[in-house]
């Protein structure tokens, strides 16, 4: 029996669409535990470029059924956009992928709560993707939230009733102080003046999504341990990155949901230990998108910088980029349990004459393990670097180990000892079949 757990190592925006992809080939079941739209998985194959939110990756394989577990919470209208691009390129979703009855709802109140919020804080800004993501996750967590449940149970229209009651108060409060501009938010249509929401145009569109969609919600617990009691192959997709969890980020720069390996468990139903491989999927280099400290950023006019560009998947924000960072690399294995490293983009390094490698922290003139070091202190760690002689050779697409210039070999084998995880698979391109497993 196989469960095999796809984390991101670092700050998210690692890779792990690929990855996901990579392995799914011999995946029965394909499932997402946590999160939400705020997560962007870059997925290509022959049907072409997809940038997915929210439906597991695995989605292109015809053999693989996909799950939606009660950790995410889901915004319907992105659900059905994604569901229709999908389906464009030929995919079928009948019978194959199974939204979970117990996932709380990204309501419109969430989105423009995100936005007051952010707008509220000023300068001292989170930094989120204002999707509605942490305001949803709030409130499930204080008996707030909306779920598919409540159409089947036929509760939605009263708990609908009340949170409408509520968060209007709170929106009509917080937008007479903020009225400069419209939420950059996706689906949110109120000015961030404060509009109140209207009770029965929220009513009707929920229940027009909730029909949309409802062939594919299912009760998930059934198919989980049945697939189980099978020896099924279960791949399970982590949104977000390690570095982003909510205990174990940098607080307050984090998400709003768990995004260990651990919270397979409690968003999906598996139980602890089915879980047979765990693996971290690491960039050859770091990026992030929003604030929050990070030890190794390059400034923009570094020559490595413009090659290390990216834009995010699902914000469209630039990443920030620098040398890889295995201090926290290294912490995120020992918290998941990391069996194996896929590494990603090793491809992007050619041409850069030295590279370096984050081996250490010094904080104060100290050495200091990441553990040690909360809040304010990551913004003011000095990274401990090793030096390495790059590579002017195209990797791109090469798929024996061997084959690849003997700097790159020596980068891969630094990594290795450095976070003490084996890398068992690099990723040397974009395309699908671009993978080098040792």
Request: hydrophobic share 40%.
């Amino acid at each position: 029996m196989s469960v095999t757990v796809i984390v991101g190592s670092q700050w998210g925006d690692e890779g792990k669409g690929k990855a996901i992809d990579y392995f799914a080939r011999n995946a029965d079941f394909v499932a997402r535990y946590n999160g939400g739209n705020n997560a962007g998985h870059t997925v290509i194959n022959e049907h072409g470029t997809f940038k997915i939110h929210l439906v597991p990756s695995g989605i292109f394989y015809p053999h693989t059924k996909c799950l939606m577990g009660n950790g995410m919470v889901i915004d319907p209208q992105v659900l059905l956009d994604e569901m229709k691009e999908i389906r464009r390129a030929g995919i079928d979703f009948e019978k194959r992928l199974f939204i979970a009855q117990r996932a709380h709802l990204i309501m419109p109140y969430h989105k423009m709560l995100d936005g007051l919020y952010e707008q509220a804080k000023g300068a001292g800004a989170t930094g989120t993707t204002r999707r509605g993501i942490g305001p949803a996750f709030a409130d499930k967590i204080s008996y707030n939230g909306l779920r598919w449940a409540d159409f089947i149970g036929k509760t939605f229209d009263e708990r609908l009733a009340v949170q409408i009651g509520l968060k209007n108060k709170i929106i009509t409060a917080l937008g007479r102080k903020s009225s400069r501009s419209t939420l950059d938010v996706q689906g949110a249509r109120r000015l961030a003046s404060g509009d109140a929401l209207d009770y029965e145009d929220v009513r009707e569109e929920y229940w027009n999504y909730y029909e949309q969609l409802k062939p594919y919600i299912k009760e998930l617990a059934p198919i989980v341990h049945k697939g189980l009691e099978q020896n099924k192959k279960f791949l399970l997709e982590q949104a977000m990155g390690s570095l982003l969890d909510t205990d174990w980020g940098v607080y307050p720069f984090v998400t709003a949901s768990t995004t260990l390996a651990s919270a397979a468990t409690t968003g999906l139903g598996i139980p602890p230990r089915k879980i047979s491989r765990i693996i971290g999927v690491t960039k050859a280099y770091s990026t992030r998108v929003g604030a929050g400290p990070m030890p190794t950023e390059l400034p923009d006019d570094h020559p490595a910088r413009e090659q290390f560009a990216e834009t995010a998947a699902t914000t469209g924000r630039k990443r920030r980029a620098g040398w890889l960072d295995l201090v926290p690399v290294k912490f995120t294995a020992q918290i998941n349990g990391t069996d194996a490293l896929f590494v990603t983009k090793l491809d992007t390094l050619s041409g850069i004459d030295e590279l370096k490698i984050c081996v250490g922290y010094k904080l104060d003139g100290k050495p200091v393990q990441f553990s040690e070091v909360e809040g304010a202190g990551m913004a003011r760690v000095e990274p401990v670097y090793r030096s390495f002689r790059g590579w002017q050779e195209d990797v791109r697409g090469i798929r024996k180990f061997a084959d690849l210039p003997k700097n790159a070999q020596k980068y891969i084998e630094a990594i290795e000892k450095i976070s003490g995880v084996p890398v068992r698979f690099i990723g040397t391109g974009p395309e699908r079949e671009a993978v080098i497993k040792r």
